[in-house]
């Protein structure tokens, strides 16, 4: 069976990654369903996949340059429909918020298992659901060390330290953590 070893990049300031396997024959949705868990959201809000422009010479994207968009109503189309032509996708989720998520297909790898495996991981934290952006998510990851700081951003944000240890990654998972692909 074939597979594709995924990066997932939150498109913020604070350096917030992750790195899959996951079977090739998923569709859409299950992609989205595999990132809202990695990345803590709770599906409340309309999601997207676009697949961005090459800029001309092949090594970079423009994210202004949308080519295709796979909307949550297109979900059952299969993610090698587009892996076959394409690279990277952006996953956007909540237009109100507008998180972004770069999908950066890495390789085309033999893979057994019908569940998403996390090979790697950079970033404690995940952005949450109806917090207003990536800005105020950098906001208070850079307030982490600082007590009184993050005291103040917190409170800013009408959020508490119970809504920051719902964020951590590393309380659900860890390098070699198995996530269920759903039907």
């Known amino acids: 069976m074939?597979?594709?070893?995924?990066?997932?990049?939150?498109?913020?300031?604070?350096?917030?990654?992750?790195e899959i396997k996951i079977p090739k024959n998923i569709n859409f949705k299950q992609l989205h369903s595999v990132i809202q868990?990695?990345?803590?959201?709770?599906n409340y809000h309309d999601w997207q996949f676009k697949v961005p422009a090459e800029i001309e010479g092949g090594e970079a994207?423009?994210?202004t340059n949308i080519?295709?968009?796979?909307?949550?109503?297109?979900?059952?189309?299969?993610?090698?429909?587009?892996?076959?032509?394409?690279?990277?996708?952006?996953?956007?989720?909540?237009?109100?918020?507008?998180?972004?998520?770069?999908v950066n297909k890495k390789s085309e790898i033999e893979y057994k298992y019908k569940t998403a495996l996390?090979?790697?991981?950079?970033?404690?934290?995940?952005?949450?659901d109806?917090?207003?952006?990536?800005?105020?998510f950098d906001e208070i990851i850079e307030s982490i060390?600082?007590?009184?700081?993050?005291?103040?951003?917190?409170?800013?944000?009408?959020?508490?330290?119970?809504?920051?240890?719902?964020m951590d990654f590393e309380k659900k998972y860890k390098k070699g953590s198995r996530i269920k692909i759903n039907k």
């Not at 868990?37 to 709770?42: C, H, I, Q, R, V």
């Open 37 to 42: 868990k990695l990345f803590g959201f709770e």
């Open 2 to 18: 074939k597979g594709y070893e995924l990066a997932l990049i939150l498109y913020s300031e604070t350096e917030t990654w992750r």
């Open 118 to 128: 996390i090979t790697d991981y950079c970033g404690k934290y995940n952005p949450m």
């Open 61 to 63: 994207i423009d994210l």
């Open 130 to 136: 109806d917090l207003g952006g990536f800005m105020i």
């Open 67 to 102: 080519i295709k968009t796979v909307s949550s109503e297109e979900s059952k189309i299969s993610i090698d429909d587009i892996f076959d032509e394409y690279d990277v996708l952006v996953y956007e989720y909540d237009f109100g918020d507008s998180w972004e998520i770069i």
């Open 145 to 166: 060390n600082d007590k009184e700081e993050l005291d103040y951003v917190l409170d800013e944000y009408n959020l508490s330290r119970g809504d920051l240890s719902k």
